[in-house]
Structures are given as structure tokens and as C-alpha cells.
């Protein structure tokens, strides 16, 4: 009579391989799912907090600006084709927010990026009479922005202090 050796036959070693590979797929498909949430979440939380400081940049410029300059004035707007506003602000300085085709820039006695990597942008005055002396002062300023490959990013600015319409 034969003795049975101890050990574990060619079958039952095959499945255990093919369950192992199996359980390998699925824990593989559930870490590059969760490798590629975690790095979308975070490349859109970075564009929202680049465009958020920038709009808070822009937003606390024009919120004192003391004059627009009306080189830069067509007849609805502060805009030289919507991308550009030129500004006094209260300490008299003069300062531009433009765009020159991929950054906003805020120029003072050189060009600051504000942000880079953008696909569009717009500045908008609107004029109204604000104050109830029967002038067309700057009622607000809107701006937005879209970053390539997220959203638009937007805000309204009103003016802390009187802006006639220039001449």
C-alpha cells in the first residue's frame, strides 16, 4: 500500500494563484482610482485657490480706485477690449490689470502675475447714477476669468469711493 505524502497538489496551488491574482486586480483598480481622485481633487483645489487669491488681489485694488484713466475708455466700459483697465488709485499711482494672453498682470513699476495659465478674461464698469447727484459714476466692476482646463471664476467690485465718468 502507498503512503499519502503531506502537501498541497498542483490544483489546489493553481487557484489559490488565480484567487490571489484576482484580489491583486481589484486592490490595483482600487488604488489607482483613488491615486487618480486624490490628484484631480487636488489640482482643481489649487487652480480655485490661485484664482481666489487673485481675484482678492484685483478685488482690493479697484475697491480704492480714486480715478480711471479715459485713455482707456470706449463708450460702455473701462475696458480696452474687455482685458485691460487702467486706474488711480488713492495714493495717486497709476496701475494697470491686463491680460496678455495666458497671465493677468497687475502693473505698477513692473508686471506682477496675478495668475498664469488662463484662457480668457474680462473687466466690465458699469456706470450709474450711485450716488443721486445726476452723474454717471462707476456703479461696479466685474471681473472673471477662466483657468485652462477648470471653470470661470467671477466677482463684482464696488468702488469704496466716488468715480465720476471721465470726460
Given at each position: 500500500?502507498?503512503r499519502?505524502?503531506?502537501?498541497?497538489?498542483?490544483?489546489?496551488i493553481?487557484?489559490?494563484?488565480?484567487?490571489?491574482?484576482?484580489?491583486?486586480?481589484?486592490?490595483?483598480?482600487f488604488?489607482?482610482?483613488?491615486?487618480?481622485?486624490?490628484f484631480?481633487?487636488?489640482?482643481n483645489s489649487?487652480?480655485a485657490?490661485?484664482?481666489?487669491?487673485a481675484?482678492?488681489?484685483m478685488?482690493?485694488e479697484?475697491q480704492?480706485?480714486?480715478?480711471?484713466?479715459?485713455?482707456?475708455l470706449n463708450?460702455?466700459?473701462v475696458?480696452?477690449p474687455?482685458?485691460l483697465?487702467?486706474?488711480?488709485?488713492?495714493?495717486g499711482?497709476?496701475?494697470?490689470?491686463?491680460?496678455?494672453g495666458s497671465n493677468?498682470?497687475l502693473?505698477t513699476a513692473?508686471?506682477?502675475?496675478?495668475?498664469?495659465?488662463?484662457?480668457?478674461?474680462?473687466?466690465?464698469?458699469?456706470?450709474?447714477?450711485?450716488?443721486n447727484?445726476?452723474?454717471?459714476?462707476?456703479a461696479?466692476?466685474?471681473?472673471?476669468?477662466?483657468?485652462h482646463g477648470?471653470?470661470?471664476?467671477?466677482?463684482r467690485v464696488?468702488p469704496?469711493?466716488r468715480?465720476?465718468h471721465?470726460p
Amino acid at each position: 500500500m502507498r503512503r499519502r505524502e503531506a502537501g498541497f497538489t498542483l490544483i489546489e496551488i493553481i487557484v489559490t494563484l488565480v484567487l490571489v491574482a484576482i484580489l491583486s486586480v481589484f486592490a490595483g483598480l482600487f488604488i489607482t482610482t483613488f491615486l487618480n481622485g486624490y490628484f484631480t481633487i487636488k489640482n482643481n483645489s489649487d487652480a480655485a485657490m490661485k484664482a481666489q487669491m487673485a481675484l482678492d488681489r484685483m478685488s482690493l485694488e479697484l475697491q480704492d480706485v480714486g480715478a480711471v484713466s479715459a485713455a482707456v475708455l470706449n463708450p460702455i466700459s473701462v475696458l480696452t477690449p474687455n482685458t485691460l483697465i487702467t486706474y488711480t488709485n488713492q495714493a495717486g499711482e497709476v496701475r494697470t490689470i491686463g491680460f496678455d494672453g495666458s497671465n493677468i498682470y497687475l502693473a505698477t513699476a513692473a508686471n506682477n502675475v496675478l495668475i498664469d495659465n488662463i484662457d480668457n478674461f474680462q473687466v466690465n464698469a458699469v456706470y450709474g447714477n450711485v450716488y443721486n447727484v445726476a452723474a454717471n459714476d462707476v456703479a461696479y466692476i466685474d471681473i472673471g476669468f477662466t483657468v485652462h482646463g477648470y471653470s470661470s471664476f467671477s466677482t463684482r467690485v464696488f468702488p469704496r469711493n466716488r468715480i465720476p465718468h471721465p470726460p
